[in-house]
T-cell receptor, first 106, second 117 residues
Framework: KNEVEQSPQNLTAQEGEFITINCSYS?????LHWLQQHPGGGIVSLFM???GKKKHGRLIATINIQEKHSSLHITASHPRDSAVYIC????????FGTGTSLTVIP | DGGITQSPKYLFRKEGQNVTLSCEQN?????MYWYRQDPGQGLRLIYY???????QKGDIAEGYSVSREKKESFPLTVTSAQKNPTAFYLC????????????????FGPGTRLTVL
């Protein structure tokens, strides 16, 4: 069993839709990270959070430490949001989810 | 601009050859990491280094070697002993290695795609 599970694995949305990607983890953590990987392969860190909620533009990340669960929301989705979104946690080491591939259709 | 660079972006290797992937950072980060990414799998840790002249094996170190002679550089050698080296390799760095040591957000390089012919 993976320490970090993401759902869904693949997601297709129409432009403008509200999108939610979920992440559950099974280890004790000090922080959770949401990463974005574009088709070229490079990875960008979107959020690092250990409690509550963070917002950056159209992206919102929440975490529930008691339930060991986090969500990444994208409001008013746009084709340029198409990417793989990876959830990672830092416990005694980094653990990565397998990613959610998002395609936003114009 | 501060960041992490990896070279080359694409690399082709014949079976039986060793090949070295470059990773340089100018963020003044103490910790550096090498990951391997395969389709349908999460990133897997190959090696990491907390300080110069020190490095530790990750989950899949067999067939790989690293060095950390300078703070800003952490090259990865894929040896002929690595049985399935075709993959996407990502280098990352962070200010500190583990939680409890402070800020630990990782910054990633653009990656190197290695193909064995």
């Amino acid at each position: 069993k993976n320490e970090v599970e993401q759902s869904p694995q693949n997601l297709t949305a129409q432009e403008g839709e509200f999108i939610t990607i979920n992440c559950s983890y099974s280890v004790g953590i000090s922080a959770l990270h949401w990463l974005q990987q574009h088709p070229g392969g490079g990875i960008v860190s979107l959020f690092m959070l250990s409690s509550g909620k963070k917002k950056h533009g159209r992206l919102i990340a929440t975490i529930n430490i008691q339930e060991k669960h986090s969500s990444l929301h994208i409001t008013a989705s746009h084709p340029r949001d198409s990417a793989v979104y990876i959830c990672a946690v830092t416990g005694n080491q980094f653990y990565f989810g397998t990613g959610t591939s998002l395609t936003v259709i114009p | 601009d501060g960041g992490i660079t990896q070279s080359p972006k694409y690399l082709f290797r014949k079976e039986g050859q060793n090949v070295t992937l470059s990773c340089e950072q100018n963020l003044n980060h103490d910790a550096m990491y090498w990951y391997r990414q395969d389709p349908g799998q999460g990133l897997r840790l190959i090696y990491y280094s907390q300080i110069v002249n020190d490095f530790q094996k990750g989950d899949i170190a067999e067939g790989y070697s690293v060095s950390r002679e300078k703070k800003e550089s952490f090259p990865l050698t894929v040896t002929s002993a690595q049985k399935n080296p075709t993959a996407f390799y990502l280098c990352a760095s962070s200010q500190n290695l583990y939680p409890g040591q402070g800020y630990n957000e990782q910054f990633f390089g653009p990656g190197t795609r290695l193909t064995v012919l």
